[in-house]
């Protein structure tokens, strides 16, 4: 792993790439005594093992909640659009509290941390299919208690909501 690198107080390019685990450790560096939530999302370029950064947006949400504004979506999309090797690392954090403290976890997606995901990754019918493809791609990453994790799945709950919307689930 590289050195690790806080991230920027502004959104904007980097004056030199940046590997992933670098930036996540950044992330993590950055929030993990922080008392409200980050989402913190890096723009890049897949290439061998890792995904090298060239540019980063940082939203700062309150103590339960960060907002993905549509903006940043359209921006994610038009990254990914742009060459079948780009790639977006989204890093969410999760202040301390006190069951974090009590049982030391690793980090534990919420319910809305997949609800995101899922807007984001699965309902967008280019980014499914890119990722279907291998062709650009979105990760999630959460940070808690001291630790950074990704997560791949959408919540159980919000599958069969959207099942039972679409009528793919029947009674």
């Given at each position: 792993m590289g050195t690790?690198?806080?991230?920027?107080?502004?959104s904007g390019g980097l004056e030199r790439p940046l590997a992933r685990n670098s930036f996540?450790?950044?992330?993590?560096?950055?929030?993990?005594?922080d008392t409200v939530e980050h989402l913190i999302v890096g723009f890049g370029?897949?290439?061998?093992?890792?995904t090298w950064l060239e540019a980063i947006h940082h939203e700062?949400?309150?103590?339960?909640?960060?907002?993905?504004?549509?903006?940043?979506?359209?921006?994610?999309?038009?990254?990914?659009?742009?060459?079948?090797?780009?790639?977006?690392?989204?890093?969410?954090?999760?202040?301390?509290?006190?069951?974090?403290?009590?049982?030391?976890?690793?980090?534990?997606?919420?319910?809305?941390?997949?609800?995101?995901?899922?807007?984001?990754r699965y309902l967008q019918l280019l980014m499914a299919l890119r990722t279907f493809l291998g062709r650009g791609n979105v990760r999630f990453f959460l940070g808690e208690n001291?630790?950074?994790?990704?997560?791949?799945?959408p919540g159980v709950l919000q599958l069969l909501a959207l099942a039972e919307r679409t009528?793919?689930?029947?009674r």
């Open positions: 690790c690198c806080r991230y920027p107080q502004a996540l450790c950044g992330c993590l560096d950055g929030t993990e005594h370029v897949r290439r061998g093992p890792t700062l949400g309150d103590e339960h909640r960060v907002p993905v504004p549509s903006a940043l979506v359209t921006d994610i999309e038009g990254h990914l659009a742009a060459n079948g090797r780009r790639e977006v690392i989204v890093f969410h954090n999760h202040p301390p509290n006190f069951l974090n403290v009590l049982f030391d976890n690793e980090p534990l997606a919420s319910s809305a941390d997949r609800g995101t995901l899922l807007k984001m001291g630790f950074v994790k990704e997560f791949r799945t009528g793919l689930r029947r």
